[in-house]
């Protein structure tokens, strides 16, 4: 079956950029998406279609894919982005989620 | 505006059937290309897809879970139904509701999930 694996943890620094990696074979041939979750909330889609952002996502959220990697880029990390962190694909059918990223912000 | 909200036993036993229904609003499921999906997530741990339901009455099943799962619709009430039978402890999860827009390969929407315990 079809995986995408994550970074357990990623930190980074107020201000700074912070990168979140989804890889899986051939991910780059697929559309891949994100999604932000905080404690005790549902996900939040904040990319879809490897590089578009839905209304009212801001513009420091963006994404890449390319090869067997999906890319997530949080620029000018800010505090409210510390959460929780899942990028999906589509294969043969099937929804698949990655084991999620906890980002902190330091 | 669409919206989501799903509905069901919070506890359930051992080996029972769970079923739950999401509610929506906002869209229609007639619609070419929409979707409403079942994702849950353990407590503490990832999202795991379940079961989607196309517009055009396609259906479809995780592989690992698909002996267990039945997703239905209900046009008339804008309903989804998702049935789970011989539920275990490890089954334990907040189970959520989305909306796949059509074309976009994500699920744009999601309800505020319902969590279902399993313990005798």
């Known amino acids: 079956s079809y995986e995408l694996t994550q970074p357990p943890s990623v930190s980074v620094s107020p201000g700074q950029t912070a990168s979140i990696t989804c890889s899986g074979d051939?991910?780059?041939?697929?559309?891949a998406c994100w999604y932000q979750q905080k404690p005790g909330q549902s996900p939040v889609l904040v990319i879809y279609q490897d590089t578009k952002r839905p209304s009212g996502i801001p513009e420091r959220f963006s994404g890449s894919n390319s090869g067997n990697t999906a890319t997530l880029t949080i620029s000018g990390t800010q505090a409210v982005d510390e959460a929780d962190y899942y990028c999906?694909?589509?294969?043969?059918?099937?929804?698949?989620f990655g084991g999620g990223t906890k980002l902190t912000v330091l | 505006q669409i919206t989501l909200k799903e509905s069901g036993p919070t506890l359930v036993k051992p080996t029972q059937t769970l079923t739950l229904t999401c509610t929506f609003s906002?869209?229609?499921?007639?619609?070419?290309?929409?979707?409403v999906g079942w994702i849950r997530q353990p407590p503490g741990k990832a999202l795991e897809w379940l079961a989607l339901?196309?517009?055009?009455?396609?259906?479809l099943y995780s592989p690992s879970l698909k002996s267990r799962l039945t997703i239905t619709k209900d046009t008339s009430k804008n309903q989804v139904v998702l049935t789970m039978t011989n539920m275990d402890p490890v089954d334990t999860a907040t189970y959520y509701c989305?909306?796949?827009?059509?074309?976009?390969?994500?699920?744009?929407?999601w309800g505020q999930g319902t969590l279902v315990t399993v313990s005798s």
């Open positions: 999906q694909a589509w294969d043969s059918n099937n929804v698949v």
């Open positions: 051939k991910l780059g041939d697929k559309y």
């Open positions: 906002g869209f229609s499921l007639s619609t070419s290309g929409v979707g």
């Open positions: 339901f196309y517009w055009d009455d396609e259906k």
């Open positions: 989305a909306h796949r827009t059509s074309g976009s390969y994500s699920f744009a929407y």
